[in-house]
């Protein structure tokens, strides 16, 4: 059974600080990982992906992979109250093939002004 | 570019009864997806199509019957309507394949069954 385990929160961060969220994965196989921003009431948006070990970085975002102890994770810097929503870890398994991917629950983020 | 497009937004059904939900997208995506998500549980894969003209189940898909209509569209059918199939429903769609495929979701259908 594939899992993707994410801290479901709240997790509240002033205004201005760095926010960080935390996703765990059991397949070892994974080969691409995702984030995504779910207002109440909205679909999923797109915030990051990340292939390989390391880290990446777009804007206030970034995104840290270590594929040997099965982890992944999302900073935000400068947090905005805007930045208030659940974010939530994907995972795509291995192999090419267009197969869906594998949500964890995610973590609801509240930014305190 | 409306993107991925997703009719109805709203439905309140009886137990029972049939429906069918419609996804489309016009970013010429090979790929298209049908999640559900229910609180707490995150988004659960229900089918995808991988490209026109095959279809295969995903995590939770009994209940469900899927068609990829052509390129852009893909229902999602509920043949006899069950309270347990209250849910939000989400279609996505990706250019299809490889270790980068991103997806992109629509809006969402709100689906209550009493």
């Known amino acids: 059974q594939k899992e993707v385990e994410q801290n479901s929160g709240p997790l509240s961060v002033p205004e201005g600080a760095i926010a960080s969220l935390n996703c765990t994965y059991s397949?070892?196989?994974?080969?691409?990982f995702f984030w995504y921003r779910q207002y109440s009431g909205k679909s999923p948006e797109l915030i990051m992906s990340?292939?390989?070990?390391g880290d990446k970085e777009d804007g206030r975002f970034t995104a840290q992979l270590n594929k040997a102890s099965q982890y992944v994770s999302l900073l935000i810097r400068d947090s905005q109250p805007s930045d208030s929503a659940t974010y939530l870890c994907?995972?795509?398994?291995?192999?090419?093939?267009?197969?869906?991917?594998?949500f964890g629950k995610g973590t609801h983020l509240i930014i305190q002004p | 570019n409306a993107g991925v497009t997703q009719t109805p937004k709203f439905q309140v059904l009886k137990t029972g009864q049939s429906m069918t939900l419609q996804c489309a997208q016009d970013?010429?995506?090979?790929?298209m997806y049908w999640y559900r998500q229910d609180p707490g549980m995150g988004l659960r894969l229900i089918y995808y199509?991988?490209?026109?003209?095959?279809?295969d189940k995903g995590e939770v898909p009994n209940g469900y019957n899927v068609s990829r209509l052509n390129k852009r569209e893909f229902s999602l059918r509920l043949e006899s309507a069950a309270p347990s199939q209250t849910s939000v429903y989400f279609c996505?769609?990706?250019?299809?394949?490889?270790?980068?495929?991103?997806?992109?979701f629509g809006p969402g259908t709100r689906l209550t069954v009493l």
């Open positions: 397949d070892r196989g994974s080969q691409s």
């Open positions: 990340i292939y390989s070990n």
């Open positions: 970013m010429n995506h090979n790929s």
């Open positions: 994907a995972v795509k398994r291995s192999g090419g093939g267009a197969d869906g991917l594998t």
């Open positions: 996505a769609s990706s250019p299809g394949g490889g270790a980068t495929d991103t997806q992109y």
């Open positions: 199509s991988a490209s026109e003209g095959t279809t």
